[in-house]
Structure formats: C-alpha cells, structure tokens
C-alpha cells in the first residue's frame, strides 16, 4: 500500500471539507461542527495554522489540521484529524499525527494539544501511545459549546 501524506494548499480546502465530512459521517456524533465542515472555514484554518491531506495509492482518504493559540503561538491545537471509513483500522491515520508532530519539531514549538470528544474515550490510548498526556486543567479553545467539554491531551515538544 503506498501512502503519502502531503502538506495541503489554499486549493485543497474543499477536498479538506468534504473528507471531514465523509470521515465524520456515521462515526462522531451529528451534534460536532464537522458534520458542517465548509471550505470557506479550512481556507482559514489553512492561512492561520496549517493542515496535510493523506494519500493512499494517490487517492486522497484523510486529514488534518492544526492552528496556533490565539494567546500562544509556540502551542498549536490539532483539530479535524480523519480517515474515511474504509481506510479505517489499517493504522494510517498515525501518518497524518505523526507529520503534525514532525512539523511542530521541526518549526521549533513548545507544544501540541488535541481534544478527544467525550464519546470517543478509547482514542486516549492511541494518542498516548504518540506521547500524548491528559491535560484535565486545560479547556480547548475550539470546544463545541452545545456539547460536554471533550477531553484535552498536550505532548511538550520541548522544555
């Protein structure tokens, strides 16, 4: 299987919202804005933070995101991570977290942070795995205010 994650472009925003979409669909709760993901909001995403596209035998199948703190630019907060469903369970979506993580080394950030939706509790163990810890006295700044706050976890880059 040949997989390649790619950096995305302003061009990819609406491949971006519609994979959300379709990764979201059937798998995360319909209350979560991603059902509602729109190319106008990843274009910003985009500009402010960053995002990559996952390529399995060069047909796009996932994605990421990631923003800077409005407060702290050396944390960035990774947002929207999926794989469509029949890509699932195949261990690729770590190439999309691992190329975050190796970016975020690579830009010289102190730290990352990522929300695990309450409903989805067995995602901890796949985050740990990649040096992620649970941060209970952090709230996310992107946390859906109609839904129970999810769960923060936060891997230090550096010290």
């Known amino acids: ?5 790619r950096e995305a472009t302003l061009d990819d925003a609406p491949l971006i919202a519609e994979l959300t979409r379709a990764a979201w669909a059937g798998k995360v709760n319909v209350t979560s804005s991603g059902h509602r993901e729109t190319a106008v909001l990843v274009a910003e995403h985009l500009r402010t933070g960053g995002g990559f ?16 703190l409005d407060d702290d630019a050396d944390v960035w907060e990774i947002c929207r991570m999926g794989v469509l469903a ?14 975050v993580i190796h970016h975020g080394l690579a830009a010289g950030i102190e730290e990352m942070r990522l929300a695990v939706r309450s409903d989805q509790p067995r995602l901890i163990d796949f985050y740990t795995a ?4 649970l941060a209970e006295e952090l709230e996310y700044s992107h946390a859906n205010p109609l839904e129970p706050p999810p769960l923060v976890m936060r891997r230090m880059l550096r010290n």
């Open 86 to 99: 029949d890509f699932r369970g195949q261990n690729i979506s770590q190439h999309l977290l691992e190329a």
């Open 130 to 133: 990649f040096e992620f810890e």
């Open 1 to 5: 299987m040949n997989i390649v994650v």
């Open 53 to 68: 596209v996952l390529l399995v035998e060069d047909a796009p199948v996932g994605s990421v995101r990631w923003l800077p």
